[in-house]
């Protein structure tokens, strides 16, 4: 499931469906997660990309709600290769 809520601003879509898009075992990928406020899931991965120092650069931060989602990522992380110069990986 994607959901981009850009353009919804301060005006979610109907609680009852989204709730439906965001419970259960299914994966959600949620553009301006931030704009969910309260009605954004407890538990959750937010990836954040930022720009970095350089142009074609960017900043990739990970983090969990929970300790168990914490660590599946920590192992992820630990299985891709960042064969980029300068790479690096962290799970916060």
């Known amino acids: 499931m994607h959901l981009d ?6 005006r979610l ?7 439906e898009q965001l419970d259960g075992d299914a994966i959600a990928v949620v553009e301006w997660f931030e ?7 407890r538990e959750a991965i937010v990836v ?8 074609d650069e960017r900043v990739l931060e990970i983090a969990a709600s929970k300790q ?3 660590e599946a990522i ?3 992380l ?3 290769d960042l064969a980029t110069g300068g790479a690096r990986a962290e799970a916060t």
């Open 5 to 10: 809520l850009y353009r919804h601003g301060e």
């Open 48 to 55: 954040s990309i930022d720009y970095a120092s350089e142009v």
């Open 78 to 80: 630990g299985e891709i």
């Open 35 to 41: 704009h969910l406020g309260d009605a954004a899931p």
């Open 74 to 76: 920590s192992a992820a």
């Open 13 to 19: 879509p109907d609680p009852d469906w989204l709730a």
């Open 68 to 70: 168990r989602l914490s």
